[in-house]
């Protein structure tokens, strides 16, 4: 259950510092030189620092706090470009519970994390959304923070990514309590992708102003993007009309899968490749200056 909003700003004012104890078993170090469980939480954490800081900026006209933004070497701003968005009341009252979860995950990762934990880096929640927009369908001008159609389509380029990541984590780490907390962590973003995808279905015959572009075309765009750039594993909200029915309501497809209903499972650089605006080794986009940590 989501928290209040007073609550949802909370965990910015309660978050463990980075100076906090957070000593796993051996069992969470990776042999070989490779990644560490921790290394894989803070990739997730890099994500959940993202998503909360879209939420929290639409939601309450501000961002995380600098104990839980982290400090210390790596350290970013923040967030650059985020506004508080014109959303109606109805959609402001399921966004709370959504900026509120996505508080509540960066504050849970850093309490597990303790001194293992590396600080948000900067990160673009404003041009970002303008480039994107460009490059899937050639708008300008594309802003999430003006109207709620505008909102679901900016949170729907992180909700799916944040699923296919988590999926591809959980077999790589070896720490049971580690796996537990991804395990609790990863149902939440695919609870949030489905209402976003069924929210932007419910409206998929409306136009995305000022563009004469329908939801589900605007948001077909935006799926091909992530595809290109994310090995093909993407799907729209709508079958593909050589397979569903044209009209006004095209047969949904409000649950991306392989097609043996299980979801699709992204690699770390498949993630980096998406949110960097397509080249997992060169940072941009969502995050300018790259992630934090070993996966970067």
């Given at each position: 259950m989501a928290t209040s909003p007073a609550a949802a700003a909370a965990p910015a004012t309660a978050a463990?510092?980075?100076?906090?104890?957070?000593?796993m078993a051996p069992s969470a170090m990776a042999p070989s030189g490779g990644p560490t469980d921790y290394d894989i939480l803070n990739f997730a954490l890099n994500l959940e620092c993202l998503?909360?800081?879209?939420?929290?900026?639409?939601?309450?006209?501000?961002?995380?706090?600098?104990?839980?933004?982290?400090?210390?070497?790596?350290?970013?701003?923040?967030?650059?470009?985020g506004l508080k968005a014109n959303l109606s009341p109805e959609l402001l009252a399921i966004a709370t519970e959504l900026a509120n979860d996505e508080i509540n995950h960066v504050v849970d990762l850093r309490t597990y994390l303790g001194v293992n934990q590396v600080p948000c880096p900067k990160m673009d929640i404003g041009s970002s959304f303008t480039s994107l927009g460009n490059k899937a369908l050639g708008v300008s001008g594309f802003f999430p923070y003006n109207s709620d159609i505008n909102f679901l389509l900016g949170a729907f380029l992180f909700e799916d990514v944040g699923v296919t990541a988590f999926h591809?984590?959980?077999?790589?780490?070896?720490?049971?309590?580690?796996?537990?907390?991804?395990?609790?962590?990863?149902?939440?973003?695919?609870?949030?992708?489905?209402?976003?995808?069924t929210l932007l279905y419910q409206?998929?015959?409306?136009?995305?102003?000022?563009?004469?572009?329908?939801?589900?075309?605007?948001?077909?765009?935006l799926s091909n993007l992530r595809g290109k750039a994310g090995?093909?594993?993407?799907?729209?909200?709508?079958?593909?009309?050589?397979?569903?029915?044209?009209?006004?309501?095209?047969?949904?497809?409000?649950v991306p899968q392989d097609g043996?209903?299980?979801?699709?499972?992204?690699?770390?650089?498949?993630?980096?490749?998406?949110?960097?605006g397509g080249n997992a080794s060169q940072p941009g986009t969502f995050y300018p200056n790259g992630m934090n940590g070993y996966f970067k």
């Open positions: 463990v510092s980075s100076g906090d104890s957070g000593a998503e909360a800081e879209y939420y929290s900026n639409a939601v309450y006209g501000y961002g995380l706090n600098q104990t839980t933004l982290g400090d210390g070497p790596g350290s970013g701003p923040g967030s650059v470009g591809g984590a959980i077999p790589l780490l070896k720490n049971n309590t580690l796996l537990n907390l991804i395990a609790g962590i990863a149902p939440v973003e695919a609870y949030h992708a489905a209402i976003l995808r409206k998929g015959s409306e136009f995305v102003t000022p563009y004469q572009i329908r939801v589900f075309d605007f948001v077909q765009g090995d093909g594993k993407d799907q729209g909200i709508v079958v593909p009309p050589a397979d569903g029915r044209s009209g006004a309501y095209p047969f949904a497809n409000l043996t209903g299980l979801a699709f499972s992204r690699t770390p650089s498949e993630v980096l490749a998406i949110v960097y």
